[in-house]
């Protein structure tokens, strides 16, 4: 894979880009970005998913992270972004505005990036194998560090989906933990990857 994969995908070369995404995030995020984009290459090659999608969409997926809620929110209503989404603050907006973002900023118009990027937050319950993956790397990246990762770690050496099973879990127990608002695309994810409920409505 060389570094032409950035001019094929967005409107930069490679300098240019991580110049841009280094400028639009912090130290700490962008190494985790460039640690989610190679836990996705892994996991693209195991798994058997198109590589540079893979590359890209990781490398990209927190993109629009550290932006303020004033902007997210100005982002959301003249996208007509479902609004309902606003009162679950930026853990859920900088996935769906993110991939606004890096469409509008980057240059990236492929689809299936876009929407990996948007699920990134709260998965969906038609996940995508490069949305899985996204979703996954986020998650087992080797700068993580919390009780469970390596359990995770183990699950995805061999089953990609045992792994957005355990990660959904984990995710809602954090949050009912917390009593922490749950999304209810999150919901969704979790009824598809966990509960096995196949009609969902969308
Ligand atoms: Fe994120
Ligand atoms: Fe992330």
Redesign the pocket.
């Known amino acids: 894979m060389g570094n032409d994969i950035y001019v094929k995908y967005t409107a930069f070369k490679q300098d240019e880009l991580l110049k841009k995404i280094r400028m639009s995030i912090s130290e700490k995020r962008f190494k985790h970005s460039l640690a989610v984009q190679k836990t996705a290459v892994l996991l693209a090659k195991r798994f058997d998913c198109n590589l540079e999608k893979a590359s890209i969409a990781g490398l990209v ?2 993109y629009a ?1 550290e932006r303020s809620d004033e902007e997210m929110i100005r982002i959301i209503y003249e996208n007509n972004l479902d609004e309902t989404i606003i009162a679950f603050g930026n853990n859920i907006w ?2 769906v505005a993110g991939a606004i973002l890096i469409k509008k900023e980057l240059g990236i118009i492929d689809a299936k990036i876009l929407q990996a990027v948007t699920v ?2 709260t998965g969906s319950s038609n996940m995508s194998l490069l949305d899985k993956i996204i979703y996954v790397a ?1 998650f087992i990246e080797p700068n993580r560090n919390f009780p469970g990762v390596s359990k995770a770690r183990k699950l995805a050496k061999v089953n990609l989906d045992k792994v957005v099973k355990y990660e959904i879990k984990r995710t809602l127990l954090r949050l009912l933990e917390n009593e922490a608002k749950i999304y209810p695309k999150t919901m969704d994810t979790y009824n598809k990857y966990v509960a096995g409920v196949n009609q969902l409505s969308t």
Do not use: Y
């Open positions: 997926h927190d992270k900088h996935g990134h937050t986020d």
